[in-house]
């Protein structure tokens, strides 16, 4: 660069402020895998299934014998774990 010219060197083109680390293909997919790291860390078991139920039912229409009616029912009795217990007054 000489001391008669003026103008600046250009920036390469990782050196610009729209570019910052992180915003191309390796940047996405690092946040991806950080994504996936942080939910198999977080404990997901807020609540504990003590008794479940599953019940099927299935019956041929009367209109269609080749179509079949499905019913499925679940009962489940849940606890919270994080709840404190309530006092009755």
Known sequence: MNEDDPKPPKPLPGNLPGNLPGRGLL??????VAYVRQAMKSDVSASKTIYRDCKIEEKPLPQDP????????????????????????
């Open 66 to 89: 080749n179509v079949k009616l499905r019913r499925t029912v679940i009962d489940e009795v849940v606890v919270e774990k994080n709840t404190p217990p309530r006092k009755d007054s």
């Open 27 to 32: 940047g996405w997919l690092g946040r991806q």
